[in-house]
């Protein structure tokens, strides 16, 4: 029997949905990571003006793809005839597959900032050993905690839609503003912050056209809106015909660089509050040190020097982290859950507990074998397969989809869009400038 297909019960549900899928750990710490590496405010600049000029195009055809096939992404994907179709098809299994394996380590590091959220929690109520061992990297610790990360995920998308993803979308992303705003307002008050607060927002102009900070904020502003695994275009599935794809589309980037920026007058003022009171966030070369261990060393011996406030900080700090994996998470797992949902295999629980526990498995192969697997996995899965499956997709909408049919898909929200700025330039913009720079973004990582 046919399963029948949901549907977001509200613009705003899907705003929040898709919002969230974006605003992950790529957001709330590699953005700032990268704004510290890469001339502070300079950096900032222009990964805003790039996300409007790369990403949202970008995003605008996997949404157009997923409300056109209204279906999972390797049938979504199956556009034109003979060898496009059987091409979209497999890159459609692509963004499957990337999608579960960036889920697969993505929930070891979410699984790692559950257990910071909890150790102070552990430590005041006297129980040390337990504190401690939530925040030392362990075989049994890392498992555990993936293992509970990846069923808060599963208990949510096993929901459906609306009963789920739309639901606890709508619940988490405000609390995810909340504990981000109040963060902001409490860091900024810090020795040093202000330190901080004039690197983020001063821009060394002299550097703003620099090639390699262009091209990392490129990079930035693609994957910070979760291109190339399917997600949006899942989420774009679940869209009415009346919805007008480019606002929304605007609208979630508008969200996405936000919360971003946000972020960034959170973390780099905290960092260098932490430099401020002796913690070392630079190397010996003086460069940022890697982001895991700014993450999971800095700020937590920032907050250890701060006393009971630090540990109620750390605690905040750690969920909001929290907040923002799970709502990414969500999306990557509807991808293949939607997928063995419609094909007729299984019905969406007994999809979302085989799915899951299939990606456990994956999890827990690279737990046992992380020095070899996790840095290989990322690699694989965000520097070449992401940016593939999304040259893919821009390409089927340039080339695959016929300018009519395009036009109609897009009309039918937005009625008034053919004699638009936006109709005169996206289409042939996604046929050559999306792919280009692209393939920038994808030569650059190598």
Known sequence: ??????????????????????????NVWGFPSQTANNGGGAFVVMYLVLA???????????LVIGRHGQANIVTSMSLGRGITKRFGALAGWAGMLTASLILAFYAIVAGWLLGYTAAPVS???????????????????????????????????????????????????????????????YVLTLPGADKGLSVYLTPQWDRIFDADLMLSAMGQAFFSLSLGVGAMLIYGSYLGPEQNLPRLGVLVTLIDVGIAFLAGLLVIPAMYAARHLGVEIFDADGLLKSSDT??????????GQMG????????????LMSVAGITSSISMLEVPVSFVV???????????????????????????????????VIMLTTQYSQPLVALVMCLLVGWAMSR??????????????????????????????????????????L
């Open 404 to 445: 009519h049919a395009l036009l109609k898909e897009i009309q039918s929200g937005a009625p008034d869009i053919e004699s638009s700025l936006f109709w005169k330039i996206w289409p042939w913009y996604v046929r050559l400038i999306c792919p280009l720079c692209i393939a920038l973004v994808f030569a650059h990582s």
């Open 308 to 319: 009971g406030a630090g540990d109620i900080l750390m605690v905040a700090f750690f969920a």
């Open 52 to 62: 409007f000029l790369l990403a949202w195009p970008a995003l605008m055809a996997e």
């Open 123 to 185: 430590e005041a109520l006297g129980m040390s050993s337990a504190a401690s061992w939530l925040t030392t990297f362990d075989f049994t610790r890392n498992v555990s905690l993936t293992a509970v990360f990846l069923a808060l995920t599963m208990a949510i998308v096993v929901g459906g839609v609306r009963g789920g993803i739309e639901k606890w979308s709508t619940r988490l992303m405000p609390l995810l503003l909340m504990l981000l705003v109040g963060l902001i307002g």
């Open 342 to 376: 419609e094909r007729g295999w299984l019905g969406r629980r007994a999809a979302t507990l085989a799915v899951g526990a299939a990606i456990m498995a994956i999890s827990l192969t690279i737990a046992a074998n992380f020095g070899a697997l996790f840095g290989l």
């Open 294 to 303: 700014l993450l999971f060393d800095t700020l937590p011996a920032l907050f």
């Open 1 to 26: 029997m046919a399963q029948v297909r949901g549907r977001f019960a509200s613009r705003l549900g899907f705003l929040m949905a898709a919002a969230g899928s974006a605003v992950g750990l790529g």
